[in-house]
């Protein structure tokens, strides 16, 4: 895959890709026309790329997946949501640097993402 660890999913593989993981699953919300989002993208790579065997990492198209944007109440992008077991734990919006992303998710999963 060219763009890397990130995975991108639709609506119609959310269920399956995030809700049923049985581990700790980070998805992003963004939208192509967002900068900030754009900026996020090196970190969010870095991050599962450094934590494969512990954290999915995937993106959502918040504009082209209205029906799942609307169900996790995601009203601005980027917005990062942390599932674990397939329940959502944490969820936290804007731009964060890989050192707050590490800090957010150690601390929403107990130490172990």
């Known amino acids: 895959m060219l763009e890397g660890c990130v995975v991108p999913v639709t609506e119609d593989q959310f269920e399956q890709e995030v809700i049923r993981h049985p581990g700790t699953v980070l998805v992003d ?14 970190v969010l790579e870095q991050l599962c790329s450094e934590n494969r065997s512990t954290l999915k990492v995937v993106k959502i198209n918040a504009a082209d997946s209205p029906t799942v944007t609307n169900a996790h ?4 992008v980027p917005t990062f949501v942390l599932y674990r ?3 959502k734990i944490a969820q936290i919006s804007g731009y964060h640097s890989m050192p707050q992303f590490e800090k957010w998710i150690s601390s929403s999963v107990g130490g172990a993402a």
């Open 29 to 42: 919300f963004y939208t192509a026309s967002c900068p900030p989002c754009r900026q996020v993208v090196p």
């Open 73 to 76: 109440k995601i009203s601005a």
């Open 85 to 87: 077991g397939g329940r």
